[in-house]
C-alpha cells in the first residue's frame, strides 16, 4: 500500500507546499536511484491558492474540469475514473504527477457543507488510485477546514512544517492534537503523526536555537522532528522559475537539506522496503 503523506499546519508561511513539492520529487529522484520497481509519486494540492499546482506544472488555470474541485463534485461512483482522468504528469519529472488545485475548491468547501460523507470525497478515490503510485504527497489548506480534514482523512501519515518562532511552537502541540482529534473523531486509525520539518531555520539567530533545542527536547514533538532546513534565498528563486530547490541548485543548503528529509522519510515510512 502506498503511503499517503499530508502536510499540514494551521498556519501559513511556514513552507508546507515548498515541502510537500519538494519531498515529492526527492522521493522519485530517490526511489529511482534505489532501483524501486515503482517510483511514481503523486502530489495532491488541497489549497485553493494553487502553489504547489503552479510551481511543479506551470499553470495556474486549472478549474471546474479538470482539478481536484472536478474530482469532489463528481459522482461518487465515477469519482476514481474522474481523478484517473484529471492527474497530469508535472513539469519536473516524468514520475512525478499532480492532481492540480482550482480556486474553486473555495466554493466547494461551501457546496459540499452538510453533504453525507463530503469528509471522504478525497479518500474514496485515492483509496483506488493511490495502489499505483509509492507515495502520495498531501499540500493541504493553512487552516483545518473540510479541505484539510479531507487530506488527513486519506493519509497514512501526517508531517508538518513548523518555523522555530514561539508562537509557531506553543502552536504545535495542538496542531498535533487536532490531528489526533481528526484520526478519532473520523476513526482513520491508519493516519498517524510521523514527523515535524523545522523550517527557516537561521543558526545565526539565538532564538531560532533555542527553539530548535526546546522541540527537540519536548518528550512527544522531539520524537517527530524528520528535518531541519535552512532559511535559504535558492528557494525563493527556484520558485520564481517554477523550478525544485534540486533542480535551480542541488548544492543550496535547503536542497541538501530536503534530500536528507527525503531520505529520513524513507526510513521511517518504508521500513518494510519499496
Not at 503523506?5 to 519531498?23: E, R, W
Not at 526527492?26 to 517510483?39: E, S
Not at 527553539?211 to 522531539?222: F, R, S
Request: aromatic share 6%.
Amino acid at each position: 500500500m502506498a503511503r499517503i503523506l499530508a502536510l499540514t499546519n494551521h498556519k501559513g508561511g511556514v513552507g508546507k507546499s515548498t515541502s510537500a513539492t519538494n519531498v515529492a520529487l526527492g522521493l522519485c529522484g530517490v526511489l529511482r536511484k534505489m532501483g524501486a520497481a515503482n517510483n511514481r509519486v503523486l502530489l495532491i494540492d488541497t489549497d485553493s491558492q494553487g502553489h504547489a499546482t503552479l510551481v511543479t506544472t506551470g499553470r495556474n488555470d486549472f478549474g471546474a474540469d479538470n482539478s481536484l474541485y472536478t474530482v469532489l463534485m463528481a459522482d461518487r461512483a465515477q469519482a476514481p475514473q474522474v481523478m484517473a482522468k484529471t492527474i497530469v504528469q508535472s513539469a519536473w519529472d516524468n514520475d512525478l504527477h499532480v492532481l492540480p488545485a482550482s480556486p474553486m475548491l473555495e466554493g466547494a468547501e461551501r457546496e459540499l457543507m452538510g453533504v453525507a460523507g463530503a469528509p471522504y470525497r478525497l479518500a474514496d478515490p485515492l483509496s483506488r488510485i493511490a495502489l499505483h503510485y509509492a507515495a502520495v504527497v498531501i499540500d493541504t489548506r493553512p487552516s483545518f477546514s473540510l479541505m484539510t480534514e479531507m487530506g488527513l482523512i486519506a493519509s497514512t501519515d501526517a508531517i508538518v512544517p513548523v518555523e522555530p518562532r514561539y508562537l509557531e511552537t506553543v502552536g504545535l502541540m495542538s496542531v498535533v492534537n487536532k490531528i489526533a482529534d481528526i484520526r478519532e473523531g473520523w476513526r482513520t486509525q491508519k493516519l498517524r503523526i510521523s514527523g515535524i520539518i523545522v523550517t527557516k531555520m537561521d543558526t545565526r539567530v539565538r532564538g531560532h536555537n533555542y527553539l530548535l533545542d526546546e522541540i527537540k527536547q519536548h518528550p512527544t514533538l522531539g520524537k517527530l522532528v524528520c528535518g531541519v532546513i535552512p532559511s535559504n534565498e535558492a528557494v525563493s528563486y527556484a520558485h520564481r522559475n517554477h523550478q525544485s530547490i534540486f533542480a535551480y541548485d542541488p548544492h543550496a543548503p535547503a536542497g541538501i537539506a530536503y534530500l536528507k528529509l527525503v531520505g529520513a522519510l524513507l526510513g521511517r515510512l518504508f521500513k518494510a522496503g519499496v
